[in-house]
């Protein structure tokens, strides 16, 4: 569901009984608890955890201020008690895991022993052939580039207005050489009509929900992938765009710096510095940064990560007194 509805709504009380029942419950039955923050149902379980002396571990995959306070009013209201109450559950966890390098551990440092371990975990690649094919897909001749971001639709935060306004500027300067495909589920009509405004509804192809294994084969034809969320943890389909050699462009929010170089990233709040990183795509600098991305999306892989976060967790949860009952 859905957590904004937790705040709205005359029923508030009544779906926090009942939601507080069912994870006080579900803590009280178990062992050993992991808890995976920015969430308010989580909160409530970390909660549970200290009153029944349960030992529990926290996975920190996004953040709750940048979350709720991208959800209109309401969110703004929420997002400062939120954030303090997470940071205070981060801050006094025993084991903390976050899927960022830097971002989440400056916001909601801890404590406790943590590590860095994204929750991104790429499949095993072979990258000297996925180079080899991005950079001849590079060389042919096309006419249009085409940029694609994969994300629900229907989400403000993801921000792909951002990016369907960059190019009613460059269709404005008589740049016409450009498409976008939004590949994602969910209503499409605000952004539809964001599209028909700037002009630009032509350029824009709503793709739809697309199964997990076909990404890879979109994102082979795709010129440019842009990342220009307002909230994110670490994304997913960044890291997915950047292991097929894709020119990738970021928003400067959460930890899609800490994937990017900086010429690559553009402020959140600024069109004028989205469209220049578009105009700044060219062959060259996109086989640059196919050579850049492919190596650091190596980090993620699935037999790295799954390791580290096995290990932390088996330690984590020894070190509580393994399955006994507390």
Known sequence: MNEIDFFSGIDFFQKYSKYKKIVIDEVSASCFVIIRLDSFLGLIAADACRKLNKPY??????????????????????????????????????????VTDNFLQKRYP?????????????????????????????????????????????VPYKNQEAVIRALGVLKRRGILNYSYELIGGGD??????????????????FVGSVKHQKI??????????????????????????????????????????ELL?????????????????????????????????????RKYMCTTLEKRRYNFISEAIDESGGFSES
Not at 61 to 73: E, H, L, M, R
Not at 282 to 289: F, G, I, L, V, Y
């Open 57 to 98: 571990l926290i996975e920190v995959a996004g953040c709750v201020w940048d979350s709720f306070w991208n959800k209109g009013i309401l969110g703004k209201l929420i997002a400062p008690w939120l954030f303090a109450k997470t940071r205070y559950v981060i801050r006094n966890a025993n084991h903390v895991i976050y």
């Open 110 to 154: 801890t404590l406790g022993k943590n590590i860095a371990c994204s929750n991104v975990m790429l499949p095993g690649i072979d990258y000297d052939m996925v180079l080899t094919k991005r950079i001849k897909h590079i060389d042919e001749s096309r006419k249009i580039i085409k940029i694609a971001t994969i994300a629900s639709i229907d």
């Open 188 to 205: 499409s009509k605000r952004l539809h009509k964001i599209a028909m405004l700037e002009g630009v509804l032509d350029e824009v192809v």
């Open 216 to 257: 890879r084969s979109i994102l082979d034809d795709i010129d440019i992938y842009i990342q220009p969320s307002k909230q994110e943890g670490l994304p997913r389909s960044l890291v997915e765009a950047m292991s097929c050699g894709c020119y990738c462009i970021g928003s400067n929010v959460a930890g899609i710096p």
């Open 261 to 297: 170089d900086k010429d690559t990233i553009f402020s959140v709040h600024s069109q004028k510095q989205l469209v220049d990183k578009i105009l700044d795509f060219n062959k060259e600098s996109a086989k640059d940064k196919a050579i850049q991305n492919i190596k650091k999306s």
